[in-house]
Nanobody
Framework: QVQLVESGGGLVQAGDSLRLSCVASANIFSTYTLAWFRQAPGKERKFVAAINWSGIPTYPSDSEKDRFTVSRDNAKNTVFLQMNSLKPEDTAVYYC?????????????????WGQGTQVTVSS
């Protein structure tokens, strides 16, 4: 059984930081790319970052990679998304997703497994 469980969301003020965590089943952690997407109300699900099983990160071309960093802890089957200098426009549900590919895609339909999401709300 595949499970992805996100945590770490919450209500913060603009300029604050948050670290999201996604614990993945051991049966996929070492052979799947794990990614973060976010979806704001009324908007499409958007790619935020991904990291493959070799630890190579991928960010979108118009990325927030100066503010967002993806990493993984293999001993804990956990992927993290460190978000700094948060802005109100970062408010969204953040999802963890898994795809069995070494080269991550940025389109959400490519991903096979999804977590339940964690809400991040940034107040101004």
């Amino acid at each position: 059984q595949v499970q992805l469980v996100e945590s770490g969301g919450g209500l913060v003020q603009a300029g604050d930081s948050l670290r999201l965590s996604c614990v993945a089943s051991a049966n996929i952690f070492s052979t799947y790319t794990l990614a973060w997407f976010r979806q704001a109300p009324g908007k499409e699900r958007k790619f935020v970052a991904a990291i493959n099983w070799s630890g190579i990160p991928t960010y979108p071309s118009d990325s927030e990679k100066d503010r967002f960093t993806v990493s993984r802890d293999n001993a804990k089957n956990t992927v993290f998304l460190q978000m700094n200098s948060l802005k109100p426009e970062d408010t969204a549900v953040y999802y963890c997703a898994a795809d069995r590919t070494f080269y991550p895609g940025t389109d959400w339909p490519l991903y096979e497994y999804w977590g339940q999401g964690t809400q991040v709300t940034v107040s101004s």
